[in-house]
């Protein structure tokens, strides 16, 4: 069965630097999204994105935030300068359509982003 | 704000018994809800989506019902076993793209 893929498992970075996390979605889904779970916390929408766009993204998504789809298969989280409290377990998640009847959301396994 | 409320945070049943978890949200204006399982320091796998048409979805042991006007949702695990130890989380669409999520419920089972 297609699932979600996501690199690497397990971040460290120190404060202040710059993460990637990447993504590579199910193959035919057309909408992917981020969400984070700081630990003991409810896991948190921070953008969705389709065409190449995003279409909506969170308060959480500042200008530290960014998203890419670099080419026909990946979907990256680009963390500019990271802080303490961007510590969390990062998801990727894709769906096939969206709208008014919302499709399943599948969700990848996480990363876990450390920050020093 | 959507707020949406697991109770309870944790529970544990002795194998064989019927687990029911509880989730309210406080915008009836729903489009979906999705339950799903979370394994410790795991990613989360989708167990059931409940389009706001419908009052109920089934999927083998896994029964979830949904009243809009009250704002609830309940899913049922029928003779639980040790292996449905997990916690189980509920998310909300208001038919954008963002899903709001329960805090979860954490279930133990014990053999």
């Known amino acids: 069965e297609p699932e979600v893929t996501q690199t690497p498992s397990h971040q460290v970075t120190q404060m202040g630097q710059e993460v990637i996390l990447r993504c590579v979605p199910i193959?035919?889904?057309?909408?992917f999204y981020w969400y984070r779970q700081i630990l003991g916390q409810k896991v948190e929408f921070l953008v969705s994105f389709y065409n190449n766009e995003i279409s909506e993204k969170s308060e959480i998504f500042d200008d530290q935030f960014s998203v890419e789809r670099p080419d026909g298969s990946n979907f990256t989280l680009k963390i500019r300068s990271t802080k303490l409290e961007d510590s969390a377990m990062y998801f990727c998640?894709?769906?096939?359509?969206?709208?008014?009847?919302?499709?399943?959301?599948?969700f990848g396994p996480g990363t876990r982003l450390t920050v020093l | 704000k959507q707020e949406v409320t697991q109770i309870p945070a944790a529970l544990s049943v002795p194998e064989g018994e019927n687990l029911v978890l509880n989730c309210s949200f406080t915008?009836?204006?729903?489009?979906?809800l999705q339950w799903f399982r979370q394994d410790p320091g795991k990613g989360l796998t989708s167990l059931l989506l409940i389009q706001s048409s419908q009052r109920e979805q089934t999927s083998g042991r896994l029964n979830a019902s949904l009243d809009k006007s009250s704002g609830r949702s309940t899913l049922y695990i029928a003779a639980s076993q040790p292996g449905d130890s997990a916690t189980y989380l509920c998310?909300?669409?208001?038919?954008?793209?963002?899903?709001?999520f329960g805090k979860g419920n954490q279930v133990v089972v014990i053999p």
């Open positions: 998310a909300v669409s208001y038919g954008n793209n963002r899903l709001a």
């Open positions: 998640a894709s769906s096939r359509r969206q709208g008014p009847s919302t499709d399943t959301q599948y």
């Open positions: 193959s035919n889904h057309l909408y």
């Open positions: 915008d009836s204006a729903i489009y979906n």
